[in-house]
Every structure is written in C-alpha cells, then in structure tokens.
T-cell receptor
Framework: DTAVSQTPKYLVTQMGNDKSIKCEQN?????MYWYKQDSKKFLKIMFS???????INETVPNRFSPKSPDKAHLNLHINSLELGDSAVYFC?????????????FGPGTRLTVL | AQSVTQLDSQVPVFEEAPVELRCNYS??????LFWYVQYPNQGLQLLLK??????LVKGINGFEAEFNKSQTSFHLRKPSVHISDTAEYFC?????????????FGTGTRLLVSP
C-alpha cells in the first residue's frame, strides 16, 4: 500500500493553462505539505496544512492555491502556468507535535511547462 | 532564519570505500537535524535524525552522522559504500519546539558510487 501518493506522476502543459496535482496519504496523519524541487534539485517548502487549516505559507505566487478537502488529501492548483513553474512537486505528511515527527514524502509530480 | 550548507554538490567514490558528506547549518535557536536520501525518480526517504541525546546517530543502510554543536555541523558517514547507495542526499533542519515542522533543506549532494 502506498503511504503518500500523488497524481499525476508527469504533467506536460502549455503556458497559461491551469492544472491541479492531487495528493493522498493513508497514514492517518493530520499535517500535509507541498514542496517544490527545481532543476538544480533545491527543495523548498511551499505550504503546510494541519487538520485542513493552512499553517505554513511561504512566499509563493497567488497563482498557487492549495486545497485540503479532508485530512487525507492536499491538492495543489496552479493558475496561469509559467515556464518557471516547471519543477518536481512533492507532497509529504506527518503528525504534528512539540517534538519532531518524520515527514513521509510522495513520489513526486514532474511538471513541465512549454 | 536557519540555513543549511552542503559544501559538495557531487562526491564520486569507489565501491567499498568510506564516504563523508558534509553539512553545516546556521540558526539562532536550537534545531533538529536530518539526512534524507532521494533515489533516482523517487521521493525522499529519511536516513536518520538528531533530536537530542547522543551526538552520534545511526540510521538505515549503515549510515551514521555526528552532531557537532560547536562546529554547527552534521556530517553523514558510511564506512563502506555500495553501488546501490548512488543517490542524492539532502541535509535538513527544523526548528525545535515550534509545534509544526518546517524543513529547510540544503542543496543536496550527489553520491556517485562506481565499481
């Protein structure tokens, strides 16, 4: 059973389009994250949700809008795609607490904007 | 704000040789420290973590890391590498006692193991 899954695995689209990436976790976690990995492999957090509430929102363009319909899902919608949005997007989940709990990562979605 | 520096972008090594991947961090407050591994076309997997206690931390696949507070380092080591260890390795920090974890990653080190 896949712990954190993402769909699609690959996404190729034209500039200006709107697209969504879906993430689901079956670990019973209540915190989920989106990370962006650029072409140089640099990983940066974009958003984090806890119990469907936004708790971390880094400096991300408004064209990116996360949506959490329930604790097991965190989707990422991107409007008006730009060339610079091309990257691998990773979803992750964890339990929050005062001490650290491991973040489990999905396999990634490779987005290519033409 | 905290930051992580991985000094080597790529480390080539022969099979069965020892390896050390370097990581330095900066933070004005106490942090948790981690090493993650990313195999080709896969997500990240936790190798090991330092939360508190012994400064020598053992992880999966024979890796270990040592936390050095005075040097602000958390170098990753393995005494004898295998071809299958070829991957990208990321060092990361997270602030302690914030309730919610925000990982800040280094730029990664590609370990290339050849026969």
């Amino acid at each position: 059973d896949t712990a954190v899954s993402q769909t699609p695995k690959y996404l190729v689209t034209q500039m200006g389009n709107d697209k969504s990436i879906k993430c689901e976790q079956n670990l019973g976690h209540d915190t989920m994250y989106w990370y962006k990995q650029d072409s140089k492999k640099f990983l940066k957090i974009m958003f984090s949700y806890n119990n469907k509430e936004l708790i971390i929102n880094e400096t991300v363009p408004n064209r990116f809008s996360p949506k959490s319909p329930d604790k097991a899902h965190l989707n990422l919608h991107i409007n008006s795609l730009e060339l610079g949005d091309s990257a691998v997007y990773f979803c992750a989940s964890s339990h929050p607490s005062g001490t650290y709990n491991e973040q489990f990562f999905g396999p990634g979605t490779r987005l290519t904007v033409l | 704000a905290q930051s992580v520096t991985q000094l080597d972008s790529q480390v080539p090594v022969f099979e069965e040789a020892p390896v050390e991947l370097r990581c330095n961090y900066s933070s004005s407050v106490s942090v948790y420290l981690f090493w993650y591994v990313q195999y080709p076309n896969q997500g990240l997997q936790l190798l090991l973590k330092y939360l508190s206690g012994s400064t020598l931390v053992k992880g999966i696949n024979g890796f270990e890391a040592e936390f050095n507070k005075s040097q602000t380092s958390f170098h990753l080591r393995k005494p004898s590498v295998h071809i299958s260890d070829t991957a990208e390795y990321f060092c990361a920090v997270s602030l302690m006692n914030t309730g919610f974890q925000k990982l800040v990653f280094g730029t990664g080190t590609r370990l290339l193991v050849s026969p």
